[in-house]
């Protein structure tokens, strides 16, 4: 250890926390309350490059924050870097995590020349197909590597020749509390015109042209087969984004207008009311680093299908949990979801509300990522909570 360097102290560097509700900013935070919990004496000091403050009820005595969010856009980034260089060589903390993998090549350049250790998180797509020399770099210099599913962490360690003792898994976690199983609620059935006897299948994501992997329109394109054996079926789409006008014609096209919804935005507090109206959510993604909204339908007891080709492997536990499909193949969709539908699936847990949502908080519960947190910092320069 450099002779300077401050073992008791942590700097924590994230893209954002507050403003911004996307699943590395939901994660990160719980990151966070769980390192405050393993670490009740260590200062730490959070780096937030796009948030401009911090709401008072989350305010700790042994937490400081640097905002860069109020610096033009132009600077921010060259702002955050010099606060990141400044900060870590003013204070020689034990340890940095970087809560993005564009962070990286900072943290190594600062190890380079101190010796400060770095641990990074990785996702998805952040980490799949690097071509940048300087983030390779970064990343074989880590002294480790958290990947929130097994899925980027074998293609991290295929794509990029790493050391497999140096990745972790630390899997999502998620407010198992907010999400129940109940009735299909009577408000949401008449706002959006449905009997509570209809099948209606639910995709949760952002409506975005560059999330076009999500497989919202390979299900589309499936429901005319589906309508088949079951002719009132209905879909939702909750979420808002610039990709609608391409799959409102989509649905023109097919002439899917009576039988699929596109909610718009959905708040916080109205999200788990949507998971108990539905019979079954489906996400056949082929591109998602993890997806939360799959535990958050398991935990209200939800059938769940998604894709056989990202992360959601990991969220379904390799099928344990829900069903994996080919997203590339409309057939299989349909298929699939005919079966589930139907009660004929052949995978008697996904019919078990009750022992799937307890399942699922056995494996991705709070407590499970806490537990896991404390067993990576085990082995790291800061004194763990005993």
């Known amino acids: 250890m450099p002779k300077n360097q401050n073992s008791t102290t942590l700097h924590f560097w994230v893209p954002n926390l507050f403003e911004f509700k996307g699943g590395i900013q939901v994660y990160l935070q719980n990151v966070l309350e769980a390192l405050n919990h393993e670490l009740p004496n260590t200062p730490l000091t959070i780096y937030n490059k796009l948030d401009k403050t911090i709401p008072n009820h989350l305010l700790n005595s ?65 980490a799949w197909n690097i071509k940048d020399p300087i983030k390779k770099n970064a990343l074989h210099s880590a002294q480790k590597i958290i990947s929130i599913s097994a899925y980027t962490r074998d293609r991290l360690i295929a794509e990029q020749n790493l050391n ?6 630390l899997p999502v976690t998620f407010d198992a509390s907010r999400f129940q199983i109940a009735q299909k609620p009577k408000n949401l059935l008449q706002k959006h015109n449905l009997n509570p006897e209809q099948p209606i299948i ?6 975005s042209s560059s999330d076009g992997y999500k497989g919202y329109d390979k299900i589309i394109q499936a429901l005319p087969k589906i309508q ?13 984004g610039d990709d609608r006008p391409r799959i409102e014609e989509l649905i023109k096209n097919l002439n899917l207008q009576n039988y699929v919804t596109l909610t718009g ?3 916080d507090e109205e999200l788990p009311s ?39 492997i990991d969220a379904l536990c390799n099928g344990e949990l829900g069903a994996l499909i080919d997203p590339d193949n409309i057939n299989e969709i349909t298929q699939t979801l005919t079966q589930i539908l139907q009660g004929k699936y052949p995978h008697p847990l996904i019919y078990q509300p009750e022992k ?30 005993k």
């Open 62 to 126: 042994n937490t400081s924050y640097i905002f860069c969010g109020k610096k033009p856009s132009s600077l921010r980034t060259l702002h955050y870097s010099l606060n990141l260089a400044i900060g870590a060589i003013k204070k020689h903390p034990g340890l940095i995590l970087c809560g993005h993998l564009n962070f990286a090549p900072v943290a190594y350049s600062i190890h380079r020349l101190t010796g400060i250790p770095y641990w990074i998180f990785v996702y998805g797509t952040d």
């Open 164 to 169: 497999p003792n140096r990745i972790f898994l």
């Open 265 to 267: 935005f959905i708040s």
């Open 228 to 240: 088949q054996t079951l002719p009132n079926v209905h879909y939702l789409i909750a979420g808002q």
């Open 356 to 385: 799937l949502r307890q399942r699922t908080l056995e494996i991705f519960g709070f407590q499970r990522f806490q537990n896991t947190v404390s067993q990576l910092l085990s082995n790291s320069p800061l004194e763990v909570k």
């Open 202 to 207: 639910l995709t949760v994501t952002r409506l």
């Open 274 to 312: 949507y998971y108990n109206l539905c019979d079954v959510f489906a996400m056949p993604s082929k591109g998602e680093g993890f997806g939360i909204v799959y535990l958050e339908a398991l935990a209200s007891g939800k059938p769940t299908l998604g894709g056989n080709q990202d992360g959601a």
